[in-house]
Nanobody
Framework: VQLQASGGGLVQPGGSLRLSCAASGSISSINGMGWYRQAPGKERELVAT???????NYADSVKGRFTISRDNAKNMLYLQMSSLKPEDTAIYYC????????????WGQGTQVTVSS
């Protein structure tokens, strides 16, 4: 089982980016999925999560600007980021609780988002 995050890049303040996370391998089911980020010199922090049933949770710092979504049929997770700020600069990681025999937590490799003029 693998998670592959993509979509990061360099964007100006106020701009938008869409991150994607693809789960692949021998997958029976995926429960919760989420996005986390880690800025230089800081600990990894939660950005947003979504349950299989569609319930979402956001960090206060991104509420109203970021939207998490998932496509259960395609085993995909997305993060639409708008009104980006320099403080959003970080490596963004996706994770998922995946059943492949038994449930366990998997992490993607991370994708860099840089917000700068």
């Amino acid at each position: 089982v693998q998670l592959q995050a993509s979509g990061g890049g360099l964007v100006q303040p106020g701009g938008s980016l869409r991150l994607s996370c693809a789960a692949s391998g021998s997958i029976s089911s995926i429960n919760g999925m989420g996005w986390y980020r880690q800025a230089p010199g800081k600990e990894r922090e939660l950005v947003a999560t979504e349950t299989r049933g569609g319930s979402t949770n956001y960090a206060d710092s991104v509420k109203g600007r970021f939207t998490i979504s998932r496509d259960n049929a395609k085993n995909m997770l997305y993060l639409q980021m708008s009104s980006l700020k320099p403080e959003d600069t970080a490596i963004y990681y996706c994770n998922a609780i995946i059943a492949s025999g038994s449930f366990r937590l998997y992490w993607g490799q991370g994708t860099q988002v840089t917000v700068s003029s």
